[in-house]
């Protein structure tokens, strides 16, 4: 008696822990989201050709004309670093430089450099003893946002002559594998139940040795699962060598960590490029592999396949793709009165408050990709003149009919204009302001090409009033081309606000799914005592990736791509 009542004590707590277990880790892997099940892509990062050439140079030789030569910098911390050099070209004041500096790219970042051009008579191409001839500095995403980045080079003061930049992105076509996979009579690897399997697919490194490219959900209780279509880059799973080995295997997701192997099978992009649905490959297990009457521990089963091109976040940008900036702030009362200096909307003391520090750290990065530098820039929760009714959402700049403000300054202007006009009343409703946007969104939509994306920066002190209706709207702007971005100021709990940054599980309310993750939330305060760029860098490194990922689904080419 003692005996069975401790096994069905355990097996009553073994059964509860793993249906826990499964509600919050519904995916193996911690970094496995639903949708996609991929490890987190790593920030951006891009190789990028810089083709310099100039025109109506300075004659700085008496008996020739000047022999230029043009050095790029990286502006570092304030201190100019040396990134490259193009060739020396004698006797031509419109040279066409042949040699090309390669830099890495960063969309997240403010990458400022400066090209100078000197007259080279050493022969070791020695600056230090050189003519300057003019510079120009500028910003790598202004650079890679131009189809030809022409600026005058200025000359102590003076502009004399121009310097013109071509960025061109290295590296081959992307491409990606959208496939839906099922399993067949899978081998039963739990004692008290069926499997409940997973997939990961492995590519094969320089070593022999094999790296995670992707991971699926895994299917609990059944032998015969049917996994969600799945969309994973050709770069990620085989360098895009059509030749390189991939190895997929099969697991028993275990709530411990454990999981146990089904089999393996192996392929190649090759072999993909020709699979056409009803393809099966065999799972073997490598410890009953040879043992006799062993086949295999079930197949593995194609549904559907397709490779497509995939086109990158700086191609969409070349092609016109322009990113639409759009900023909501929050003029709750819970940020205390203005005046006082423990107020997050004070606006004194020799630094910036919150709300400036963060804007300015993400407006300096996006403006580089917005050719108008009109920004519509709104506030919530406050009580206006002359009414002194409560608006959810109002123009900074006081226009109702025209929200837009010139440039980051400007939108910094009319906030510190805004601020001292307003009560601060509430209730912390955000979703006006996004559904704002999404119409914005909706209208870029009909034209049904990559011309248009938005991205909402909302600021905010504490935790929305309107959480239901702020996820419903989120939900309902995840088809739509936009992101937002919400950097919680303050020192309140923003527990609540990691919900809508759905990084382990697709938003949802009822039963309504969003269609991708859209959201992206930062505390500003883990960012307060360190360089505000590293804050700019944490709340955009996922916006490449979302810009892409909307036009790629949807087949949305470049504007102007050329194949």
Not at 152 to 162: E, F, V
Not at 341 to 354: A, D, T
Not at 487 to 502: K, T
Request: proline share 6%; glycine share 8%; hydrophobic share 35%.
């Amino acid at each position: 008696t003692q005996i069975r009542f401790v096994f069905s004590f355990k097996l009553s707590y073994y059964n509860e822990y793993k249906s826990y277990l499964s509600k919050v880790m519904s995916q193996p892997p911690p970094y496995s989201p639903p949708g996609g099940g991929q490890p987190p892509p790593p920030v951006m990062v891009s190789k990028v050709e810089l083709t310099i050439s100039c025109n109506g140079l300075k004659d700085a030789d008496v008996f020739s004309k000047s022999d230029p030569l043009c050095v790029v910098y990286s502006d570092i911390n304030g201190r100019l670093q040396e990134i490259g050099r193009t060739e020396r070209i004698d006797d031509n004041l419109n040279p066409r430089f042949q040699k090309q500096v390669v830099v890495d790219y960063h969309f997240e970042e403010v990458q400022k450099f400066t090209f100078k051009v000197f007259d080279i008579d050493d022969k070791n191409n020695n600056v230090s003893k050189a003519d300057f001839l003019g510079k120009c500095e500028c910003t790598l995403g202004q650079i890679v946002s131009a189809s030809n980045f022409t600026r005058p080079l200025d000359l102590n003061g003076r502009d004399y002559g121009t310097i013109t930049i071509h960025a061109q992105e290295m590296g081959g076509k992307q491409q990606s594998i959208k496939m839906t996979l099922k399993g067949v009579k899978l081998d039963k690897k739990d004692f008290f139940g069926k499997s409940d399997p997973f997939l990961e697919f492995h590519r094969q490194l320089i070593d022999g040795s094999y790296s995670l490219a992707h991971r699926t959900e895994f299917i609990k209780k059944t032998l015969n699962p049917s996994w969600r279509p799945m969309k994973i880059n050709t770069r990620r799973l085989c360098d895009n060598n059509p030749d390189n080995i991939i190895k997929v295997e099969c697991y028993d997701w275990n709530s411990n960590g454990s999981h146990d192997l089904i089999g393996v099978f192996t392929t190649t992009l090759a072999e993909l490029e020709q699979t056409s649905a009803g393809k099966r490959w065999p799972l073997v297990h490598p410890s009953k592999k040879g043992k006799r009457g062993y086949r295999h521990s079930g197949e593995i089963v194609v549904e559907n396949i397709l490779l497509k091109r995939e086109f990158s976040f700086l191609e969409y940008i070349q092609g016109g793709c322009e990113l639409n900036f759009v900023v909501g702030i929050d003029f709750t009362g819970s940020n205390g009165h203005p005046q006082d200096v423990n107020s997050l909307h004070y606006i004194g003391g020799g630094r910036p408050n919150q709300y400036v520090e963060a804007l300015t750290a993400v407006g300096r990065v996006v403006q580089d990709y917005d050719s108008d530098q009109l920004y519509p820039a709104f506030g919530f929760g406050a009580r206006l003149p002359p009414t002194w009714q409560v608006s959810h959402q109002f123009s900074l700049n006081g226009d109702p009919h025209n929200p837009d403000c010139h440039g980051i300054d400007g939108i910094l202007g009319a906030y510190q204009q805004c601020i001292h006009t307003v009560q601060l009343y509430g209730p912390t409703n955000a979703s006006p302001i996004i559904g704002s946007v999404a119409r914005m969104a909706r209208e870029a939509l009909h034209q049904e090409q990559a011309s248009n994306y938005y991205i909402l920066l909302l600021l905010t002190d504490g935790i929305l009033t309107d959480m239901d209706q702020t996820i419903h709207t989120i939900i309902e702007a995840s088809e739509l081309p936009m992101s937002v971005i919400i950097i919680g100021v303050g020192d309140a709990n923003f527990d609540d606000m990691e919900r809508l940054d759905s990084d382990d599980a697709l938003l949802s309310l009822g039963s309504r799914v969003a269609k991708r993750d859209i959201v992206q939330f930062v505390p500003f305060r883990e960012f307060k005592n360190v360089p505000k760029s590293r804050l700019a860098a944490s709340v955009l490194e996922e916006l490449p990736g979302q810009l892409t990922d909307y036009f790629n689904d949807r087949s949305y080419r470049p504007l102007n791509v050329m194949y």
